[in-house]
């Protein structure tokens, strides 16, 4: 099984609630914890797109690549999209 939606999550609800408490907003919390992921897990979509359709090269990389579904496997789904869950969740409890 993989762990890694889960720990993203949680590392990303740990980000929420300490400038949710420190700051006292919470949805700016989550915002930059989830916004953090979504943007990992599009510069890995970019590379894998670099990989299996421009021969390694970056330089014939168009601008859309990291948004070609061919590029986005479950995981890396699950790896953008429970933290935003997460977060989602924990802001509506804070609140």
């Known amino acids: 099984m993989d762990w890694t939606p889960l720990i993203h999550a949680l590392i990303a609800m740990l980000a929420q609630a300490l400038?949710?408490?420190v700051v006292g907003n919470w949805w700016l919390g989550g915002a930059l914890?989830?916004?953090w992921w979504l943007a990992r897990?599009?510069?890995q979509?970019?590379?894998r797109w670099i990989a299996a359709f421009a021969?390694?090269?970056r330089a014939t990389m168009p601008w859309w690549?990291?948004?070609d579904p061919r590029a986005w496997s479950m995981g890396s789904l699950l790896d953008a999209v429970v933290p935003m869950?997460?977060?989602i969740a924990l802001f509506l409890?804070?609140?």
């Open 65 to 67: 690549s990291g948004f």
């Open 85 to 87: 869950a997460a977060c």
């Open 93 to 95: 409890a804070a609140a």
């Open 33 to 35: 914890a989830c916004s």
């Open 19 to 21: 400038v949710g408490l």
């Open 41 to 43: 897990e599009h510069t």
């Open 55 to 57: 021969a390694g090269h």
């Open 45 to 47: 979509a970019e590379y």
